[in-house]
Nanobody
Framework: QVQLVESGGGLVQAGGSLRLSCVAS????????WGWYRQAPGKPRELVAA???????NYADSVRGRFTISTDNAKNTVYLRMNSLKPEDTAVYYC??????????WGQGTQVTVAS
């Protein structure tokens, strides 16, 4: 079992920055994929960014160049640095860990609100 706890969300003005953190505990494998997803009211959950254990990253077109995903394997933590935030980035952000067996674990989510 894996438990994920996100933090770092909050209210920020448009153009501002936030850094989300997701700390994993339990049985963590080095061969894994980490991802950040978000869900705005009335919309489906969407992928924001992902990173593999090999270091490959993938970003949604809407955030590429503004957001950066990174990991600290020693701390079992994944980060999402968000710059130049826009009101349309407002959502609940979720962390996901996928292990080598393609089992997914989700965090509880953290609210990000960007005021115009």
């Amino acid at each position: 079992q894996v438990q994920l706890v996100e933090s770092g969300g909050g209210l920020v003005q448009a153009g501002g920055s936030l850094r989300l953190s997701c700390v994993a505990s339990g049985t963590i494998f080095s061969r894994a994929t980490w991802g950040w997803y978000r869900q705005a009211p009335g919309k489906p959950r969407e992928l924001v960014a992902a990173v593999t254990s090999g270091g490959s990253t993938n970003y949604a077109d809407s955030v590429r160049g503004r957001f950066t995903i990174s990991t600290d394997n020693a701390k079992n933590t994944v980060y999402l640095r968000m710059n130049s935030l826009k009101p349309e980035d407002t959502a609940v952000y979720y962390c996901k860990y996928r292990n080598w067996a393609s089992t997914d674990y989700w965090g509880q989510g953290t609210q990000v609100t960007v005021a115009s």
